[in-house]
């Protein structure tokens, strides 16, 4: 496809247990982001891949966050020990390169709950 | 730090009217600032983006949007609103010395016909 894609498209999983949510970004894009968006909020910056390497994982909230993108291409974010609050929809962006002028290009997300 | 302030969390307005949707941000260097649009269950797209060039800005759908370092403000607006305008929009700022945007809290759009 033209476009960024993720699947699931929406993921119901229970307290305290593992989900992984994918990321297909643009063929030929080296950047890619993942953001968090909780309901009547902005997205939140996650984490950032230029390539096949994590160049800023700041915004992960804590140690259960974790994210590869081993090839440059497709990226995992992996949650562990799923709480109530991971609830939110996870956004990927992908854009051809990290400098001022870029323009990222968002897929339509992943909307986890948590029970 | 780097931040964007969205003045009004829902607007509405009538078919045919002006569109202003507010944003205002606080950078400590010179800052890219984008306007994205969410349609329901999909991701943000694009409308348009100041990269430094021309302070007053024109993006897809008619929108259009004008720098003003004076006011930090980089507000959004349409001449005349459609009813497929309604949707959320977020306004988002990046600096050139970093590689992470900073969004604000969305504003709703309603056009009442």
């Known amino acids: 496809g033209a476009g960024v894609s993720q699947t699931p498209s929406n993921k119901v999983t229970e307290k305290g247990k593992y989900v992984e949510l994918r990321c297909d970004p643009i063929?030929?894009?080296?950047?890619l982001y993942w953001y968090r968006q909780s309901l009547g909020q902005g997205p939140e910056f996650l984490i950032y891949f230029q390539g096949t390497g994590a160049a800023d994982d700041s915004g992960l909230p804590n140690d259960r966050f974790f994210a590869v993108r081993p090839e440059g291409s497709v990226s995992t974010l992996k949650i562990q020990r799923t709480e109530r609050g991971d609830s939110a929809v996870y956004l990927c962006a992908s854009s051809l390169w990290a400098g001022g002028e870029e323009t990222q290009y968002f897929g339509p997300g992943t909307r986890l709950l948590v029970l | 730090a780097q931040s964007v302030t969205q003045l009004g969390s829902h607007v509405s307005v009538s078919e045919g009217a002006l569109v202003l949707l507010r944003c205002n941000y606080s950078s400590s260097v010179p800052p890219y600032l984008f306007w994205y649009v969410q349609y329901p269950n999909q991701g943000l797209q694009l409308l348009l983006k100041y990269t430094s060039a021309a302070t007053l800005v024109k993006g897809i759908n008619g929108f259009e949007a004008e720098f003003k370092k004076s006011e930090t403000s980089f507000h959004l607006t349409k001449p005349s609103a459609h009813m497929s305008d309604a949707a959320e929009y977020f306004c988002a700022v990046r600096t050139n010395t970093g590689n992470q945007f900073y969004f604000g809290t969305g504003t709703s759009l309603t056009v009442i016909p």
């Open positions: 063929s030929g894009h080296t950047a």
